[in-house]
């Protein structure tokens, strides 16, 4: 997996090997019969290892298909519940970003407008297949006598078998039959099963970034059954991997420099906003730390690699810039310290990454590709932005999904809208460099829905607190999703 992939998300360690565990073949769950039970209770102890859940959190499972097309073996998705505060009048589903990422426990701001939602409605998180607590789990972890040390920047044909031996792990430790069924297509089936468990005749969700694909495809695929749906850091569904790549960086690009300006004006990082001085003082700082890695005074050491990937991390989180700024601070004058090595592990989350590969492997994978043609993508991907190229450039390696045996179920496709789907809501940031304006745009045209703008950077923002005018609109469209809507900008 390119260490350029977007985003840096967490998952949890696989406690065992993922081929050693039984696949369910329990029934499908029914509708209206999760058992929920308290997630402080025993049984549940082990999803929370970082902090204790809320009192009130419930936990359950629901069972669906492995294969929708040949349901003998199941898999188990890990849900949670937030008992709405009053009077019930149904269960919003939050759809977490990724690919990858957990979404059990979602954090909903607890005050504000996103509280006039918990008055009336549960709060639904989940894993989805293959990640956090859902079984069978997702794993890519290569045994030590298959490890082997990791190539240097001219490498090519050490790093492309390093992406042989990642590809075979994936598929030997995940299992044969689960990583063919591991992909976007049955996460969208994977929804409608958590709708039918929860008893909802029609499905109310939120959904992030990746998640915001999966919410578009059951637009398209069961529009009977949506009653609003909101999408936060909208997915394009017309763009192939190659070109959402290309526009992320374009995206990654436009925030570092924005980011400089802002360096520039609180005097807070070595940086400045004339652009070509900005990306050559952040040259100088990697290129010393590529000669002669930095050690913190308690033996952490930090590399360009390092400084890279934790700009990467902290850049599409506007709230975490002075973070960042205060961070490469820290690097430059040679006082880096655990705060900065606290945030450069944060920025590191192997479980999420082996989950993502699998998914956009399961996804995007294409075994007969021109292997001369994927060389010069990768270089057009990883030269589309200047800012982390330090180095003169080079042949960049091939990926772990360019090397994977089982052709992947998604196409970029103009969405196909039914007459009965009723508008939904799709909201974005002017300077998201994960999933740019234009994507939002031209989705939100697509689907002949509203468009919520905020003008500012970052990437997802709904019911966290962060704008109180975007909560208000989505709030306001939860609750009453018929209401005739126009395209709103938020400050």
Sequence with gaps: MSAFRVLLLLAVTAQMPAYAKPLFKTPVTSPGTINWQPCSSTAFQHWFSDEPPPAALQCGYVDAPLSYQNATQSVRLA????????????????????????????????????????????????????????????????????????????????????????????????????????????????????????????LTAVAYSYGTKVAELYAERFPKKIRALVLDGVVNLKEDDFTQRINQQHGFQQSFLRFADECEKSGSCPLTSEPNRAIQLYHVLLRRLHDTPFITPAGYEISADDAITLTRNLLPKRERWPELAAAL???DEGKADDAVATLIDESYTPDADDARTVIECADLAKPDADRLLLRRQRQQINSAASFPNYLPLHEYPLETCDFWPYPGHQQPHTPVISAILPPLLFVTQRYDPVTPYRDAREMASAFKSPLITREGDGHTLVLTGVNSCVDEEVVDYLLIPKKPRRDKSCR
């Design 79 to 202: 849900l949670t519940r937030l008992p709405a505060a009053g009077p019930k009048k149904g269960s919003v589903v939050i759809i977490a970003d990724g690919p990858g990422t957990p979404g059990i426990n979602p954090h909903i701001a607890g005050q504000g407008p996103a509280w006039r939602l918990q008055k009336s409605y549960d709060i639904i998180g989940y894993d989805p297949r293959g990640v956090g607590q859902s079984t069978p789990k997702i794993s890519c972890q290569l045994t030590a006598s298959e490890e082997t040390p990791s190539p240097d920047e001219n490498d090519i044909p050490g790093a492309e078998q390093q992406a042989r031996d990642m590809a075979a792990a994936c598929i030997k430790q995940t299992g044969v039959e689960v990583v063919q069924h591991m992909g976007t297509h049955e996460a969208v089936n994977d929804l409608d099963a958590i709708r039918r468990a929860l008893g909802e005749p029609a």
């Design 329 to 331: 601070r820290k690097i």
